[in-house]
């Protein structure tokens, strides 16, 4: 196997333990037996445990969290407060489900394992995490702070945070959707799961601003 392959490998065998079994389990010899290597190879290619978590982060988050900047960057262009927020939310959901594919900001197994590691605690995992989200995380907590002057900071934080949760179960378990709905809805029509996931955020976030109108504009076609 050439050096490429198994670095390719290792990081794919990686994602898969990880997504598993959490950060702390894992062990590098494990990593190193799954891509069929040994561990002398994965210390050569990444050095460390961290190491090897934080690129695969960057490999999995810096298209989305491109992309997320330059469609952020069309919304806060628009005029209107309540069309903007729309664009804005439809700016940070939208990545998440076009970019799922390996490599290219997502997939289940990744998207899995951050929410296994977001959950775990370890420290170099949570560095690992805030490095890759929190610039763009505060990015758009202040685009949607522009649009919605009497809300306050903590409950644009806390809505936020809901928004994380609903956009991670929505990509890692959409089978609950078909399911409870008796197979009416399909939880793996991504262009609903969007619409959903941002009519059901515009609510959240247009409910903490205190001067407001009520007024939610329809979908762009």
Same mark, same amino acid.
């Given at each position: 196997?050439?050096?490429?392959?198994?670095? +390719?490998?290792?990081?794919?065998?990686?994602?898969?333990?990880?997504? $598993? *079994?959490?950060? /702390?389990?894992?062990?590098?010899?494990?990593?190193?037996?799954?891509?069929?290597?040994?561990?002398?190879?994965?210390?050569?290619?990444?050095?460390?445990?961290?190491?090897?978590? !934080?690129?695969?982060?960057?490999?999995?988050?810096?298209?989305?969290?491109? =992309?997320?900047?330059?469609?952020?960057?069309?919304?806060?262009?628009?005029?209107?407060? +309540?069309? #903007?927020?729309?664009?804005?939310? !439809?700016?940070?959901?939208?990545?998440?489900?076009? $970019?799922?594919?390996?490599?290219?900001?997502?997939?289940?197994?990744? @998207?899995?394992?951050?929410?296994?590691?977001?959950?775990?605690? *370890?420290?170099?995992? =949570?560095?690992?995490? &805030?490095?890759?989200?929190?610039?763009?995380?505060?990015?758009?907590?202040?685009?949607?702070?522009?649009?919605?002057?009497?809300?306050?900071?903590?409950?644009?934080?806390? =809505?936020?945070?809901?928004?994380?949760?609903?956009?991670?179960?929505?990509?890692?378990?959409?089978?609950?959707?078909? #399911?409870?709905?008796?197979?009416?809805?399909?939880? /793996?029509? =991504?262009? @609903?799961?969007?619409?959903?996931?941002?009519?059901? $955020?515009? &609510?959240?976030?247009?409910?903490?601003?205190?001067?407001?109108?009520?007024?939610?504009?329809?979908?762009?076609?």
């Amino acid at each position: 196997m050439s050096r490429g392959n198994v670095r +390719e490998a290792l990081l794919s065998a990686a994602v898969t333990l990880f997504s $598993s *079994n959490g950060y /702390n389990a894992v062990s590098l010899r494990e990593i190193a037996k799954a891509a069929g290597a040994n561990v002398g190879s994965l210390t050569y290619h990444f050095g460390s445990k961290a190491a090897l978590v !934080r690129e695969i982060y960057q490999r999995h988050t810096e298209p989305m969290n491109n =992309r997320r900047m330059e469609l952020l960057g069309e919304a806060r262009r628009i005029h209107d407060p +309540e069309e #903007r927020l729309m664009a804005i939310l !439809r700016a940070y959901v939208l990545p998440a489900f076009s $970019s799922s594919s390996d490599f290219d900001g997502g997939g289940v197994e990744f @998207t899995r394992m951050r929410a296994v590691l977001s959950a775990e605690g *370890n420290e170099d995992a =949570r560095a690992i995490i &805030a490095g890759a989200f929190d610039t763009t995380s505060r990015a758009f907590l202040d685009a949607i702070a522009d649009c919605l002057p009497g809300a306050e900071r903590e409950g644009l934080v806390w =809505r936020s945070h809901f928004l994380l949760g609903a956009l991670y179960y929505a990509l890692i378990n959409p089978e609950r959707v078909t #399911r409870l709905s008796d197979g009416a809805v399909d939880g /793996n029509d =991504r262009n @609903t799961a969007v619409n959903q996931i941002v009519d059901a $955020s515009f &609510a959240s976030f247009r409910s903490l601003d205190t001067n407001g109108r009520a007024k939610r504009p329809e979908h762009a076609a």
